[in-house]
């Protein structure tokens, strides 16, 4: 996702964006974990001001993927995150994790490997648009395997730190395909592998099923002048 970010990620959404984060997205767990990312061990990315109408210019390949609603990633196939209402901060920490490589994704690293610092900082900004506010308020009962994942990311999906992802909203199969990339290898992050790691299959579709269910929610950012705009 980038200058020239013309192919699908992954969650998250700078979509991954600046992955951020999927993206980058999305969560925290141990017996019951989180979906998305949380911070990486390494020192945080220095956040730098980002100009959205800068970052406009930039990612307009970026939208050919995560400016249209409903569109997919290929082989493996899940959905593209969404990732207007995420942090910036989150955004800009998932597409640095894709440029070193700590985000297993061929084409968002080359994407995100054309970046600048300044760049990502531009691209974050204006994928996150207005990132959503907490409420700080559970909807309905959070299941077991959930628990967990709400300190980070919120008992109504909003993330506590903006290095977090926010999950309200977002896809439930690519929440899914997140915390299989922990558990796989396929994202490097010591907290997020470490309460990745024990979650069955079951546990993995419920925590997903029930962030991607909570509202107000992420979106997919806004494709303007095309018949895939998504508005």
Request: net charge neutral.
């Given at each position: 996702?980038?200058?020239?970010?013309?192919?699908?990620?992954?969650?998250?959404?700078?979509?991954?964006?600046?992955?951020?984060?999927?993206?980058?997205?999305?969560?925290?767990?141990?017996?019951?974990?989180?979906?998305?990312?949380?911070?990486?061990?390494?020192?945080?990315?220095?956040?730098?001001?980002?100009?959205?109408?800068?970052?406009?210019?930039?990612?307009?390949?970026?939208?050919?993927?995560?400016?249209?609603?409903?569109?997919?990633?290929?082989?493996?196939?899940?959905?593209?995150?969404?990732?207007?209402?995420?942090?910036?901060?989150?955004?800009?920490?998932?597409?640095?994790?894709?440029?070193?490589?700590?985000?297993?994704?061929?084409?968002?690293?080359?994407?995100?490997?054309?970046?600048?610092?300044?760049?990502?900082?531009?691209?974050?900004?204006?994928?996150?648009?207005?990132?959503?506010?907490?409420t700080?308020?559970?909807?309905?009962?959070?299941?077991?395997?959930?628990?967990?994942?709400t300190?980070?990311h919120?008992?109504?999906?909003?993330?506590v730190?903006?290095?977090?992802?926010?999950?309200?909203?977002?896809?439930?199969?690519y929440?899914?395909?997140?915390?299989?990339e922990?558990?796989?290898?396929?994202?490097?992050?010591?907290?997020?592998?470490?309460?990745?790691?024990?979650?069955?299959?079951?546990?993995?579709?419920?925590?997903?099923?029930?962030?991607?269910?909570?509202?107000?929610?992420?979106?997919?950012?806004?494709r303007?002048?095309?018949?895939?705009?998504?508005?």
């Amino acid at each position: 996702m980038g200058r020239r970010c013309g192919s699908a990620v992954h969650a998250g959404s700078v979509a991954a964006l600046a992955a951020y984060a999927l993206a980058g997205v999305a969560l925290a767990q141990t017996p019951a974990p989180p979906a998305e990312t949380a911070a990486s061990a390494a020192p945080a990315p220095a956040l730098l001001p980002g100009d959205p109408h800068r970052g406009k210019e930039l990612s307009y390949t970026c939208l050919g993927c995560h400016g249209i609603d409903g569109y997919r990633n290929a082989y493996p196939d899940y959905s593209v995150p969404k990732l207007e209402g995420q942090n910036p901060e989150y955004l800009v920490s998932a597409l640095h994790d894709y440029r070193k490589g700590d985000r297993s994704h061929i084409t968002m690293h080359s994407q995100a490997s054309e970046l600048s610092d300044q760049d990502i900082a531009d691209i974050a900004v204006l994928f996150a648009g207005k990132p959503l506010t907490a409420t700080g308020k559970a909807q309905g009962t959070v299941p077991k395997a959930a628990t967990l994942c709400t300190s980070c990311h919120g008992q109504d999906g909003v993330a506590v730190t903006p290095l977090y992802p926010s999950l309200a909203g977002q896809h439930q199969d690519y929440l899914v395909r997140a915390l299989a990339e922990y558990q796989n290898g396929g994202r490097k992050n010591p907290i997020m592998t470490s309460l990745a790691a024990p979650l069955k299959p079951v546990e993995i579709a419920e925590i997903a099923a029930y962030f991607s269910a909570l509202t107000p929610a992420l979106k997919t950012e806004p494709r303007p002048y095309t018949r895939f705009s998504a508005q």
